[in-house]
Nanobody, 118 residues
Framework: VQLQASGGGLVQPEGSLRLSCAAS????????MAWYRQVPGKQRELVTV???????NYVDSMKSRFTISVDNGKNTVALQMNSLKPEDTAVYYC?????????????WGQGTQVTVSS
Protein backbone atom coordinates (compact mmCIF):
# COMPACT_ATOMS: atom_id res chain seq x y z
CA VAL A 1 0.00 0.00 0.00
CA GLN A 2 1.34 3.41 -0.88
CA LEU A 3 0.35 7.01 -1.45
CA GLN A 4 1.72 8.78 -4.48
CA ALA A 5 1.53 12.57 -4.55
CA SER A 6 1.90 14.72 -7.64
CA GLY A 7 1.19 18.19 -8.98
CA GLY A 8 3.68 20.42 -7.23
CA GLY A 9 5.80 23.00 -8.95
CA LEU A 10 6.66 26.65 -9.31
CA VAL A 11 3.84 29.18 -9.51
CA GLN A 12 3.64 32.94 -9.35
CA PRO A 13 1.88 34.70 -6.48
CA GLU A 14 -1.91 34.67 -6.90
CA GLY A 15 -1.59 31.63 -9.12
CA SER A 16 -3.16 28.19 -8.68
CA LEU A 17 -1.98 24.62 -8.35
CA ARG A 18 -3.77 21.33 -7.95
CA LEU A 19 -2.12 18.56 -5.99
CA SER A 20 -3.25 14.98 -6.26
CA CYS A 21 -2.56 11.91 -4.16
CA ALA A 22 -3.45 8.38 -5.16
CA ALA A 23 -3.67 5.46 -2.79
CA SER A 24 -2.84 2.08 -4.28
CA UNK A 25 -2.53 -1.49 -3.09
CA UNK A 26 -4.81 -3.88 -1.26
CA UNK A 27 -7.01 -1.31 0.42
CA UNK A 28 -10.19 -2.43 2.10
CA UNK A 29 -11.42 0.91 3.42
CA UNK A 30 -10.39 4.56 3.41
CA UNK A 31 -10.88 6.78 6.42
CA UNK A 32 -9.77 10.36 6.86
CA MET A 33 -7.49 11.87 4.24
CA ALA A 34 -5.47 15.02 4.74
CA TRP A 35 -2.84 17.36 3.41
CA TYR A 36 0.04 18.66 5.49
CA ARG A 37 2.89 20.94 4.64
CA GLN A 38 6.36 21.54 5.97
CA VAL A 39 9.02 24.19 5.51
CA PRO A 40 12.66 23.63 6.47
CA GLY A 41 13.25 24.06 10.17
CA LYS A 42 9.59 23.88 11.09
CA GLN A 43 7.22 21.15 12.12
CA ARG A 44 4.87 19.62 9.63
CA GLU A 45 1.51 21.38 9.88
CA LEU A 46 -2.00 20.37 8.95
CA VAL A 47 -3.51 22.13 5.95
CA THR A 48 -6.85 20.40 5.65
CA VAL A 49 -8.57 17.10 6.40
CA UNK A 50 -11.63 15.31 5.10
CA UNK A 51 -13.22 12.59 7.20
CA UNK A 52 -14.38 9.28 5.85
CA UNK A 53 -17.88 10.72 6.00
CA UNK A 54 -16.93 13.72 3.88
CA UNK A 55 -16.67 16.41 6.54
CA UNK A 56 -13.88 18.88 5.89
CA ASN A 57 -11.79 21.10 8.11
CA TYR A 58 -9.28 23.73 7.10
CA VAL A 59 -6.69 25.85 8.80
CA ASP A 60 -8.23 29.34 8.96
CA SER A 61 -5.53 31.03 6.87
CA MET A 62 -6.21 28.65 3.99
CA LYS A 63 -9.93 28.15 4.31
CA SER A 64 -10.99 30.51 1.55
CA ARG A 65 -8.20 29.58 -0.83
CA PHE A 66 -7.75 25.81 -0.61
CA THR A 67 -10.25 23.04 -1.33
CA ILE A 68 -9.85 19.35 -0.56
CA SER A 69 -11.78 16.76 -2.51
CA VAL A 70 -11.92 12.98 -2.61
CA ASP A 71 -12.64 10.64 -5.49
CA ASN A 72 -13.57 7.42 -3.75
CA GLY A 73 -13.75 5.49 -6.96
CA LYS A 74 -10.13 6.28 -7.75
CA ASN A 75 -8.86 6.33 -4.15
CA THR A 76 -7.49 9.82 -4.67
CA VAL A 77 -7.50 13.03 -2.69
CA ALA A 78 -6.83 16.37 -4.31
CA LEU A 79 -5.95 19.80 -3.02
CA GLN A 80 -6.93 22.77 -5.16
CA MET A 81 -4.89 25.80 -4.13
CA ASN A 82 -5.86 29.25 -5.37
CA SER A 83 -4.52 32.73 -4.69
CA LEU A 84 -1.22 31.28 -3.64
CA LYS A 85 1.14 33.36 -1.55
CA PRO A 86 4.91 33.12 -1.11
CA GLU A 87 4.31 31.89 2.44
CA ASP A 88 2.53 28.86 1.01
CA THR A 89 5.89 27.63 -0.24
CA ALA A 90 6.52 24.25 1.35
CA VAL A 91 6.68 20.54 0.76
CA TYR A 92 3.13 19.23 0.77
CA TYR A 93 2.37 15.73 2.05
CA CYS A 94 -0.78 13.70 1.75
CA UNK A 95 -1.88 11.44 4.55
CA UNK A 96 -4.56 8.79 4.69
CA UNK A 97 -5.94 6.34 7.20
CA UNK A 98 -6.31 3.09 5.31
CA UNK A 99 -7.58 -0.33 6.26
CA UNK A 100 -5.80 -3.33 4.86
CA UNK A 101 -5.83 -6.96 5.91
CA UNK A 102 -3.55 -5.87 8.74
CA UNK A 103 -6.01 -3.34 10.09
CA UNK A 104 -6.10 0.47 10.10
CA UNK A 105 -2.92 2.47 9.65
CA UNK A 106 -1.83 5.97 8.78
CA UNK A 107 0.11 6.31 5.53
CA TRP A 108 2.12 9.22 4.12
CA GLY A 109 2.88 10.19 0.57
CA GLN A 110 6.39 11.16 -0.45
CA GLY A 111 5.83 14.92 -0.52
CA THR A 112 5.66 17.33 -3.41
CA GLN A 113 7.36 20.73 -3.51
CA VAL A 114 5.26 23.84 -4.01
CA THR A 115 7.16 27.06 -4.62
CA VAL A 116 5.35 30.38 -4.89
CA SER A 117 7.63 33.03 -6.30
CA SER A 118 7.76 35.70 -8.96
Amino acid sequence: VQLQASGGGLVQPEGSLRLSCAASGSILSIGAMAWYRQVPGKQRELVTVVSGGGNTNYVDSMKSRFTISVDNGKNTVALQMNSLKPEDTAVYYCNANLRTSGGWRSYWGQGTQVTVSS
